[in-house]
């Protein structure tokens, strides 16, 4: 079973910041098969990053992801007031299709 | 547009069961593989279970096997969690999701196990 593990816990950083969110696995993700979803209080999550580095459609270019093997991180250039929330890697590579247990980037 | 529409969730007692559904629209259902996910209040995001396309082949979470079936129906664009043994672990907003490259989440329905 692939862990997942992110870090920060918590994110407090200001608008027109830039924000950089880390998700470590315990064993590789082949075929760079990482998403990284998006979630508000009250809403669903949302796909933001698939692919490790692709963003989903209607994704701004802001929102950006890098990585390979067990290193993967979600980089968000310039923070908008909309892009507080918690924020969620998630590993498809083999099951369980196991989450980290989020980072919250707050204001 | 696309859309994936929860129902069924609601309060039922521990050892109860419940059905979940999962109503497709706005994409071509059978192309894709199928997945639950469930919040827990306050939680993060736990994985629980994949269907293939055409429902041939199946993965569990450790948390629901024996205890929860996906299942689906093409021709309806449905998705099903057939979930039985209920515990008070199991209350959660129950999601649905297709396959995680396209990334379309339903907005969530609330299974509240309590006596």
């Known amino acids: 079973e692939i862990v997942l593990t992110q870090s920060p816990g918590t994110l407090s950083l200001s608008p027109g910041e830039r924000a950089t969110l880390s998700c470590r696995a315990s064993?590789?993700?082949?075929?760079?098969?990482l998403a990284w979803h998006q979630q508000k209080p009250g809403q669903a999550p949302r796909l933001l990053i698939y692919?490790?580095?692709n963003r989903a459609t209607g994704i701004p270019d802001r929102f950006s992801g890098s990585g390979s093997g067990t290193d993967f991180a979600l980089t968000i250039s310039r923070l908008e007031p909309e892009d507080f929330a918690v924020y969620y890697c998630q590993q498809y590579d083999r099951a369980p299709y196991s989450f980290g247990q989020g980072t919250k980037v707050e204001i | 547009q696309v859309q994936l529409v929860e129902s069924g969730g609601g309060v039922v007692q521990p050892g109860g069961s419940l059905r979940l559904s999962c109503a497709a629209s706005?994409?071509?259902?059978?192309?894709?593989?199928m997945h639950w996910v469930r919040q827990a209040p306050g939680m993060g995001l736990e994985w629980l279970t994949f269907?293939?396309?055409?429902?041939?082949?199946?993965e569990d979470a450790d948390s629901v096997k024996g205890r929860f079936t996906v299942s689906r129906d093409n021709s309806k664009n449905t998705l099903y969690l057939q979930m039985t043994g209920l515990t008070v672990e199991d209350t959660a907003v129950y999601y649905c999701m297709t396959q995680v490259a396209v990334g379309y989440w339903g907005q969530g329905t609330l299974v509240t196990v309590s006596s």
């Open positions: 269907l293939t396309q055409d429902g041939s082949y199946k």
């Open positions: 064993q590789s993700v082949s075929g760079s098969q």
């Open positions: 692919g490790a580095s």
């Open positions: 706005g994409f071509s259902f059978s192309g894709y593989g």
